[in-house]
């Protein structure tokens, strides 16, 4: 399954579906900032960031799209910049990764049982991908969730990757309705006859960690939560959140 995971990984890489963003990603690479000046930009989709050890991928994390000096420069989900900063030192309180920064795709980071993914693999202007971009992209998402049979929790980082996952939930019949599991920070929502957990954070977005809106006590939370669902498949208190 890894392997095919990694097969997926190149599809993404290779995708041209939007080509107001692969213009915009033209358009970042033409225009670095200064201190990036010297380095080669990944300037494509990103793919999903894979776990690196030997267990079965059991947590899928959905952000919004790759940052454009961020991810778009790395080419690694959540690298370079300080929502990656802040995300990875909450896995890493929880376990979920070996270190708690990430820096480059060179710096030992690896992941523990868990696939990050987006809703979006390009940078898009303004953070915003547009709905049409969102569904083209659609595909991606679908694919993984495909390729993680022993699935048990999801976290989804802001509203956008949580629509994005509701969608999923619906079309696989884990839901019936978007409002059997609504977004909002913290809470637990036991789907797909108790085999998975929808687990929703605000995103880590220096909108919103700087205003303290989204700490980091509050982020670790729900990965702990997530990390707690792979011990024995769901937890015995989250049966009934429906």
């Known amino acids: 399954m890894q392997q095919r995971l990694k097969q997926l990984n190149q599809t993404v890489a290779d995708c041209k579906r939007c080509p107001r963003l692969a213009a915009y990603l033209k358009e970042v690479d033409e225009r670095k900032r200064a201190s990036y000046r010297e380095e080669d930009y990944w300037s494509r989709p990103v793919p999903n960031l894979l776990s690196s050890d030997e267990l079965p991928a059991r947590i899928l994390i959905v952000g919004l799209a790759p940052g454009a000096h961020g991810a778009n420069r790395t080419g690694r989900m959540f690298t370079g910049d300080r929502s990656g900063d802040f995300l990875f030192e909450a896995m890493h309180h929880a376990g979920l990764c070996n270190q708690p920064v990430s820096k480059h795709c060179q710096d030992g980071l690896t992941l523990r049982g868990c696939v990050i993914t987006a809703a979006a693999h390009c940078a898009p202007p303004g953070n915003k991908p547009t709905g049409e971009e969102l569904i083209c992209c659609r595909d991606h998402l679908t694919a993984t969730i495909d390729l993680m049979p022993e699935l048990k929790a999801v976290v989804t980082l802001g509203r956008i990757a949580h629509d994005a996952v509701l969608s999923q939930a619906i079309e696989r019949g884990w839901i019936e309705r978007r409002k059997d599991a609504p977004f909002g920070h913290g809470l637990e929502h036991c789907v797909a006859g108790g085999a998975v957990v929808l687990l929703p954070s605000y995103h880590p977005s220096q909108q919103n960690t700087f205003t303290g809106r989204l700490t980091m006590p509050m982020l670790t939370q729900v990965f702990q ?13 989250f049966a009934g959140d429906d």
Do not use: K, L
């Open 225 to 237: 939560a997530a990390a707690g669902c792979t011990r024995d498949a769901i937890r015995p208190d």
